[in-house]
C-alpha cells in the first residue's frame, strides 16, 4: 500500500451515516472516494459535495450520492489534499487546479481533514510548490507583471505548449514562485486577492482541523490542530 492510499482509505473511516461530505481533488483522495464507495456499496447513506467535475465523475461511477450548494448550506466533514501542509496546518493547494471550488467547500465545513505523503510537509509554505492563483483569463498578463514587480516568478499553467489550462469554472491558473517561501501568508493572501482578475488563490489558512499523513509501511501519522 503506498502512502497516498494509505491516508486516502484512513480519512474514510472518519465518514459516518447521514454526513454531507465534500469531496476534494487528487491522487490522494482518489483513494478516499474509492473507500467510500465500498462502503455505500455496503450499505452507507450519505451525500457528497464534489469539488471538481472529475470528482463529480469518479463519485458518479461508485454511486455515491450528490448533493449541491442550491441543496445544503454546510458539510460535516471535507477530505481533501493539499500541495505543501506546515506546522500550523496552513496550506498550498491548486496544483490539481480545483483550488476555487476546494476552497468555496472548506469555506462552509465543520470538520476538513487533510490527506497527504510525507513529501507535502514542509517548514514554510511556498518552499516546494508555487502558489497557484485562478484568474480571469483576460486579465492574466496584468497579474503576472504584478507578480513580478513584487519579486515574483510567475508561470501561466499550460495544458500543452502554447494552450492554457482551463479550470472547471472557465478560469486560468497562474502558479507563482516565492524566492525563499512566503514570509507572510495571511498578508499574502490579502494582498493577491485584492489584485482585480484574480478570482482565488490557493493559501488555505486556518481551515484544517487534522492531517493523515500516509507511510511508506502503510501505516498513518496523524497531525490534529493545536
Known amino acids: ?35 467510500l464507495g465500498e462502503r455505500v456499496a455496503a450499505g ?28 445544503v448550506s454546510s458539510a460535516d466533514l471535507t477530505i481533501d489534499g493539499a500541495d505543501e501542509v506546515d506546522p500550523s496546518l496552513d496550506l498550498i493547494k491548486g496544483l490539481g487546479g480545483a483550488l476555487l471550488r476546494e476552497k468555496v467547500v472548506a469555506s462552509i465545513t465543520t470538520r476538513q481533514v ?13 518552499t516546494k510548490a508555487p502558489l497557484p492563483a485562478e484568474v480571469v483569463p483576460w486579465s492574466h498578463p496584468l497579474i503576472a507583471r504584478r507578480l513580478k514587480e513584487r519579486g ?9 505548449p502554447d494552450i492554457p489550462f482551463v479550470t472547471d469554472n472557465g478560469n486560468f491558473v497562474i502558479d507563482a514562485r516565492f524566492p525563499g517561501g512566503i514570509d507572510d501568508a495571511r498578508a499574502t493572501e490579502c494582498w493577491l486577492n485584492a489584485l482585480p482578475g484574480v478570482v482565488e488563490n490557493g493559501l488555505f489558512l486556518g481551515m484544517t482541523h487534522l492531517v493523515i499523513v500516509g507511510q ?3 501505516s498513518c501519522h496523524l497531525i490534529n490542530k493545536s
Do not use: F, Q
Request: hydrophobic share 45%; with cysteine; glycine share 8%.
Open 44 to 71: 452507507l447513506a450519505v451525500k457528497a459535495i464534489p469539488t471538481s467535475e472529475a470528482t463529480a465523475a469518479l463519485a458518479c461511477s461508485l454511486d455515491i450520492e450528490l448533493t449541491t450548494l442550491a441543496e
Open 1 to 35: 500500500m503506498t502512502p497516498k492510499e494509505a491516508a486516502g482509505r484512513r480519512a474514510a473511516e472518519y465518514i459516518e451515516a447521514g454526513m454531507i461530505v465534500g469531496l476534494g481533488t487528487g491522487s490522494t483522495v482518489e483513494w478516499t472516494i474509492r473507500a
Open 152 to 160: 515574483l516568478e510567475p508561470a501561466l499553467r499550460l495544458r500543452a
Open 114 to 126: 487533510i490527506v497527504v505523503d510525507p513529501s507535502k510537509l514542509v517548514e514554510r509554505l511556498g
Open 216 to 218: 511508506d509501511d502503510g
